[in-house]
């Protein structure tokens, strides 16, 4: 069964450091996701892609911020510099289209740590 | 402005209990409603999709019910196991289909 992958799957980095995300969601799927999740909270939406330009980053702290999907298949985020409110999990999800009736697929996410 | 919540946060029941988790949202203008599994430190598994024109849906021992005018679903588990033990989100899609979630419940299953 196709999955959606990420990497690295744990990462831990010092506050003022660069990190970067790395997705590759389902084949054939248009829509690409990226969010954020702090502990005992629903994820939050940061980016959404619909192939290779962003439909929607409201939610993203553009000043740190930064995602691409430049070829419409696969899709970095990066937190340039990382302060300690940023550790999180970051789930990256696809879908068919930004409407399929089938939701959203999401793979195993990327866990965060700021020291 | 749409808004999920999922009473109880925790819940913990002896092995072989059937069992209910409830959703709520606030505007009953959406597109559909998801429930989905979490372990921890783990990505989001979904369990059950139910369009707005459905009352149920149904998987296994899964069965997720919605009641669009009273903003309201339910996700009954039956003869639950250890290894139902997760937190339990549901994300509704509002009219500018955008997800928007619950914080969860974080269900324990006791042996």
């Known amino acids: 069964e196709a999955e959606v992958a990420q990497s690295p799957r744990y990462k831990i980095t010092e506050k003022s450091q660069a990190v970067a995300f790395w997705c590759d969601p389902i084949?054939?799927?248009?829509?690409l996701y990226w969010y954020r999740q702090i502990l005992g909270q629903g994820p939050e939406l940061l980016v959404q892609f619909q192939d290779e330009s962003v439909v929607d980053d409201s939610q993203l702290p553009k000043d740190r911020f930064s995602a691409e999907r430049l070829k419409g298949v696969d899709s970095t985020l990066k937190i340039q510099p990382a302060e300690l409110g940023d550790s999180a999990m970051y789930l990256c999800a696809s879908s068919l289209l930004a409407q399929a009736p089938g939701g959203q697929y999401f793979g195993p996410g990327t866990r965060l740590t700021v020291l | 402005k749409q808004e999920v919540t999922q009473i109880p946060a925790a819940l913990s029941v002896p092995e072989g209990e059937n069992l209910v988790l409830n959703c709520s949202f606030t505007d009953s203008a959406i597109y559909n409603l998801q429930w989905f599994r979490q372990d921890p430190g783990k990505g989001l598994t979904s369990l059950l999709l139910i369009q707005s024109s459905q009352r149920e849906q149904t998987s296994g021992r899964l069965n997720a019910s919605l009641d669009k005018s009273s903003g309201r679903s339910t996700l009954y588990i039956a003869a639950s196991q250890p290894g139902d033990s997760a937190t339990y989100l549901c994300a509704v899609r509002d009219s500018n289909y955008q997800l928007i979630w619950g914080a969860g419940t974080k269900l324990i299953i006791k042996p």
């Open positions: 084949s054939g799927h248009a829509t």
